[in-house]
């Protein structure tokens, strides 16, 4: 579970506890290195 927040316009992604990952320029950014970010994690 992940979670995004638009911040000064720009997209910023945590964890299921609240810990900061990554940030994107836009959601369709974030959605991409999310997917990435899984497989590196599994």
Known sequence: MYSMRNV??????YDHRGNFLFS???E???????ESYA???A
């Open 28 to 34: 369709r950014e974030a959605r991409e290195e999310l």
């Open 39 to 41: 497989e590196f994690a």
């Open 24 to 26: 994107a320029d836009n």
């Open 8 to 13: 000064n316009g720009h997209i910023q992604v």
